[in-house]
Each structure stands twice: as structure tokens, then as C-alpha cells.
């Protein structure tokens, strides 16, 4: 597992860290933005928030409660009766209420089941069959719990969706700016050469047809160059979606502003990756997809867990131990069925169960769809672990042979180069080796992007960027 995350990190082993005003970039600038000030990320953030305060609200259902009840009648100057009755509630875990109050009731009219003048009891009552296990409240609380950490799953697989595609507006951003700097230097070198054949010309050394050959190259490079100037903006724009400020307002990037130059100095044959079983392993205990459906599965079972104890009758206990006056007495000194009592016994039970029978039903079956899913996700995240690494292997075999390549075209155009200064080739055949060569470096800068853009997306298939 060790190794496995140290491979989450390689892509951000070879950036430094820099800031705007340094008038650098790099991908873990980016990651950090997005993760902090893009409004799609705070928008999971406060879906985290919302379940707190959902879970919050649930646990309410277990604060203590005070009520107090007065009730009071005089007609024809007769005290009919008055009722005073303060009352403590205190809901417990297991389906247990316990509660004590006060009783103060007089009148001339007071109803005979109401005791006369003051009077305090403290009583509990007990379910023995439907939800004694789990109830309602408990079931909302234990859902509640496992949605915070849902939105926790799923803030993190909007964050890692987030990364991807700014990982990959990043890379396109970066190899646009090198493939503007490379035409730039080239068509400086071009002018130069240029330059060379104009006074070579003027000499007699050089045919007239040479400086239209050399013109020719030039505002071919020009215009290639100021096409890579188009798709440099281009790119710039599309990152800028990603990149917010700590006022919630986005940042532009501009022409000052660069790529981590460590790109270019990163050896991407250095790059280790696990092996494909170790990713799709890790892939499976850590990817928020898989999470938050576990989550769900949690919350279905919980409420199936509800749903089987509907299936029992009601059957609840009360007793409460009465004393006259307000000051009380511990009941365990005396016996609890003696003269001060109030008890009774609760049962209920629908005759067909149609409801508690349907709504069993009902869960199992949300259940059963739930392990298709997971296992339907679970397929689908390990043919793209698997596609993934397939394309990163492919990319990094081409790059080591366009390397190969880069040096043996760069050969051939200095080679060609030292037989134009003396008279030994045409300035055609050096057009063609500096095209050729030109095509080979590009290509190597869109393998290397291609590289880097799949490991970021191996990553987020497994499940984790970071």
C-alpha cells in the first residue's frame, strides 16, 4: 500500500511549488485551487455541511423535553377544577422513555381520576417487541451518521473529476507553450539563417533561388509560430475556467504567466507504476464511487433492519410510582406495587400486515439493486484501471523511441547544416531536416503530455489523485 501511494505523489515529485507572483504555474498550483476556491468543490463542501446539520437535527430527537400543561374552569363564580401539570421527558436508546412530573389539581367539579392537590410521580415505559431493537429515531440517527460520511465519498469524486480535467487543461496549456517557444527559437534561428544567405548572395557566394528558398522557410516558421501563439491563448483560456481566488472571483491567467518549467526535465521512463492487480485492489477499497454505494448499502440495510421490526406487534410496558406531595421518595425503600402506582400494558397488531409486509419487500429489493450496481461500478472502474495502464506503458515505449529519434534527426540536421556553411548541400535539403526535426521534437512533447494526462487519469480511475 506503501508503494502504491508513493506512486500517487511521482506526478508531483518533479514540480515545485511556486505561486502567481512568481509568474509560474505548476499542476500542484492547479490542484490546489480547484480544491479550495473552485465553486464546484464548495459547492460538495457545503453538501458536507448540509448532512452535519441533518445529523444534528436527528439527534435532537434524543434531547430531553419540558412541558408543562394548565387547564382551568370557573363559570358562576363556581371553581369548576384547575390543572397544573410540569412534565420532564427523557427519550433513551433503546426505545425507553423516562419521565416525572408534578401534579397540582383542585376544584369542585375535578374529574375522579385525577388525584386531589399535589402530587409527583417519575415513570418509565418499555417496549418488549416493536422497537425494542431499532425505531424510527434510531434509524434516522444511524442514517444520518453514514450520510455525512456519503458526502464526504462524494465530495471527494466531484473533487477528483475536478482534477482530471484540470490536470488535462494544465498539460494541454503546457505543451502549447513549449510548442510556441520552440517555434520561437527556431524562427530566430531562421532569420538568422537568413540573414546569412543575404549576404552570402550579396557576395557571390549563393544563388538568388537560395533566398527565396530561405524567405520561404522563414514565413512558413513565422506562420507556424504565430499559429502556436493562437493555440497557446487558446489553452490559456480553457485552464483559466479552472482557476479561482480566495473571493470567489476567477483568475485570468495572462502571457506572463508560464508553465513549471520542470516539465521539460522530467524523465518519464523514471516513472514507476504498481503492478496492474495492485491498482485494481487499491481501486477497490478506496475509490468514493465504490464508497458512497457501500454507504447506501449501509443506509438500505438499516432501514430493512426498521422495516423487519414492523413486522412484530406493539407490546409496551408503562408503570408509573406516584408520592403525594412534591418531595419524593426513593421508590426502591419501598415496594413498587404497593399503594402508589400507575401501570399499564400496551399491545397492538394489524391483522394482514400488508403495509410492514410490502415495505420489507420493497427493501430487500432496493438492496438487491444496490449489489448490482456495485458490481456493475466495480467492472467498469477495473476496464478503465486496465485501459488506463495499457495506453501509460504504450506512451512511455513511443517516448523512449522518439527520444532516440530526436537524437538521431538532430544529428542529421547539424550534420546538413555544417555541409550548406561549406558549400556541400543545398539550403532545401536543411529546410527538410529542420521540418523533420521540428516534427519529432513536437511529437515527443505530445507523447510526453499524453503520458502525464494518463497517469493523472490512472489515478482518478483508481480512485485517488493524491
Known sequence: MKRSKLFLFQILLFISSVSFSQNTLSISNTFELINQFHPIAKQAGLKIDLSKASLLSTRGAFDPAFYIAND?????????????????????????????GLENNYGDKLSAENTFGKSSYVG??????????????RTDLAQSKILVNLTQAERQLVVNDLYLDGASSFWSWTYAYQKQKLFTEVLDKTKDRLEFIKQSYQAGDRAAID??????????????????????IEEQSKLSNFLWDQNELPYELTESIQPDSSWMKADIDAFTVPALVTVIEEANQIHPKLKML??????????KLYKTQNLLPTLRVNYNFLNKGYEFTNPLNTALYNNNYKAGLQFGMPLFLRQARGDLKQAKIKIEQQDLEIGQTRLEIENK???????????????????KSIDNTKRL??????????????????????????????KGYELKTKFLKTLIALNWAKGSIF
Open 385 to 403: 484501471i486496465k485501459t488506463y495502464y495499457a495506453a501509460l506503458n504504450a506512451f512511455r515505449n513511443q517516448y523512449k523511441i522518439n527520444l
Open 124 to 137: 418509565i415505559s418499555i417496549p418488549l417487541l416493536k422497537d425494542l431493537i431499532i425505531d424510527k429515531r
Open 211 to 232: 533566398t527565396v528558398e530561405g524567405v520561404v522557410q522563414y514565413q512558413n516558421i513565422l506562420n507556424l509560430q504565430t499559429q502556436a501563439w493562437a493555440d497557446l
Open 294 to 303: 457501500a454507504f447506501k448499502s449501509d443506509i438500505l440495510q438499516i432501514d
Open 413 to 442: 540536421l547539424d550534420v546538413e547544416l555544417e555541409r550548406f556553411e561549406i558549400g556541400e548541400s543545398s539550403l532545401f535539403l536543411v529546410n527538410n531536416r529542420e521540418i523533420r526535426y521540428i516534427e519529432v521534437v513536437l
Open 72 to 100: 382551568q374552569k370557573t363559570f358562576d363564580g363556581k371553581n369548576y377544577f384547575f390543572y397544573s401539570n410540569p412534565e420532564l421527558k427523557i427519550p433513551t436508546w433503546y426505545g425507553i422513555e423516562i419521565k416525572g
